[in-house]
């Protein structure tokens, strides 16, 4: 665990007799973990880590004194837990935010314990020693924030005006947390960040510069690598996968309004070829037909067709639907893929 932990912080081997120390000391700050504007994946991630896993986080790690998902307490005690720790740590516990916080109407679409969550974030976060948004929501706004946004959800800093530590990802990997902590622990500060407020020894590379393309490039499918700075491609989900190597395209989930900007994330003009013989497809422009032409002979049959009907997307949609029960079925697809059996 500890040399996982010194690799993800780019630290040398000889450094994991000092992380073992360090995390192991009794002098770990408690741990206040708040849930706002959420759906619980990044708390589901971190219950699925593995090397360390979730109990050597919780135990030797992360001194939790309160979490909603996996507190024992409820009620007037959990709310008593909450309290006793921010009364009796004030300006020393450390503050984990999971979830954006919705503003609009006084933050009335969001409430806790009959308080809303803005009410909770205004409370509790200022007094904090150092807040750390674990997901993209809670950093940036994230798909509660996605328009129209009825709630006026925001992330942390932006709802209540306090400097954060975003460890985003949707979801984020706990790795990121534990090594966040283990720095704090080792050093008496938060790693060195960028200007968006992402620890650099996770958010620090674009995952295309460093992408293991195990099934080949998808950068010509919509794939957000390229833009995207994460480091899920190396500390991989659970130790086993991550979203290329599963052959799905980066959507860019670590990013700032990544529901809006990254949108369509799939594209009716490759869906089909995406799915059954993306190896060995050449890439559709987005959202163009001219490249439909080494299987359709005519360079412009289909962009003569778009420009007499009203909704042409729905055209593309169409057409690319009966492109996917040939392709499916094979029996015309020798013509093309001259490779395959």
């Known amino acids: 665990m500890c040399g996982a932990v010194a690799a993800t912080l780019g630290l040398e081997a000889s ?20 849930h706002f504007a959420e759906c619980t994946g990044c708390s589901e991630a971190f219950l699925r880590a593995e090397n360390p896993g979730v109990e050597d986080i919780l135990f030797d790690v992360l001194n939790v004194t309160y979490h909603e998902t996996l507190q024992v307490a409820c009620g ?3 709310e008593h837990n909450l309290n006793e720790t921010i009364a009796n740590h004030e300006g020393e516990f450390i503050c984990i935010v999971e979830g954006a916080i919705p503003t609009a109407d006084n933050g009335v679409y969001g409430t806790v314990g009959g308080r809303t969550m803005l009410e909770i974030a205004q409370a509790v976060i200022p007094k904090a020693k150092h807040t750390i948004c674990f997901g993209t929501c809670s950093a940036f706004g994230g798909l509660p924030a996605a328009a129209p946004n009825p709630t006026g959800a925001k992330g942390v800093k932006d709802a209540i005006g306090v400097d954060t530590i975003n460890i985003t990802g949707c979801p984020p990997s706990p790795l990121n947390l534990v090594a966040c902590i283990t720095n ?29 393309v195990p099934h080949g490039c998808l950068e010509g499918y919509n794939c957000k690598g390229p833009t995207t700075y994460n480091n899920c491609h190396t500390q991989l989900y659970n130790g086993e996968s991550w979203c290329v190597q599963a052959e799905h395209q980066c959507i860019g989930c670590s990013e700032a309004n990544f529901w809006d900007n990254n949108a369509p994330f799939y594209n009716p003009m490759w869906d089909s070829m995406f799915h059954t013989f993306r190896r060995y497809a050449e890439p559709h422009a987005d959202m163009t037909t001219a490249q439909c032409a080494p299987c359709h002979k005519a360079n412009n049959m289909f962009e003569v067709e778009e420009s007499q009907v009203e909704n042409p997307r729905k055209f593309q949609q169409q057409i690319h639907l009966i492109h996917k ?10 013509k093309c893929h001259t490779d395959l059996p």
């Open 184 to 212: 704090y622990l080792l050093y008496n500060q938060m790693p060195a960040r960028r200007l968006d407020g992402r620890p650099t020894f996770c958010h620090g590379e674009t995952i295309h510069s460093t992408c293991t």
């Open 325 to 334: 029960i040939e392709l499916d079925s094979t029996k015309k697809c020798a």
């Open 15 to 34: 450094m994991v007799p000092q992380i073992a120390k360090a995390l192991t000391s009794d002098t770990r700050p408690p741990v206040v973990w708040l």
């Open 76 to 78: 007037e005690k959990a």
